[in-house]
């Protein structure tokens, strides 16, 4: 069984940046496809950026358009964590942030079905 903890958010000006910690316990995640989702306020949770497991300790990188630049995925083993590294923070990146695992390999990271296990979210508020 994984558990996942996820810690960092808070409120931030337009502009400005945030770094997003998943933890996880129970096992280790270096052999798990992991992801980032959001949820904003009446929509439904959507993709953010995801690492899709292929061997060893290799990734592979997904993220939304709307991210790609801004946003950066990474994770450390040794810490058995997931970060997401968010800089020129938008309102409308403004959302609960979830972190999501799937053991082994995934086909599409941006499915939230596809993942087993998930954190219990962390609130992002972005001021104008």
């Known amino acids: 069984q994984v558990q996942l903890v996820e810690s960092g958010g808070g409120l931030v000006q337009a502009g400005g940046s945030l770094r997003l910690s998943c933890a996880g316990s129970?096992?280790?995640?270096?052999?798990?496809?992991m992801g980032w989702f959001r949820q904003a306020p009446g929509k439904e949770r959507e993709f953010v950026a995801g690492?899709?497991?292929?061997?060893?300790?290799?990734?592979?990188?997904d993220s939304v358009d709307s991210v790609q630049g801004r946003f950066t995925i990474s994770r450390d083993n040794a810490k058995n964590t997931l970060y997401l590294e968010m800089n020129n923070l938008k309102p409308e990146d403004t959302a609960v942030y979830y972190c999501?695992?799937?053991?082994?390999?995934?086909?599409?990271?941006?499915?939230?079905?596809?993942?087993?296990?998930w954190g219990q979210g962390t609130q992002v508020t972005v001021s104008s």
């Open positions: 690492q899709r497991w292929i061997a060893g300790y290799t990734y592979g990188i």
């Open positions: 129970g096992r280790s995640l270096s052999i798990y496809s």
């Open positions: 999501a695992a799937k053991y082994g390999s995934v086909a599409a990271l941006n499915i939230q079905g596809a993942y087993d296990y």
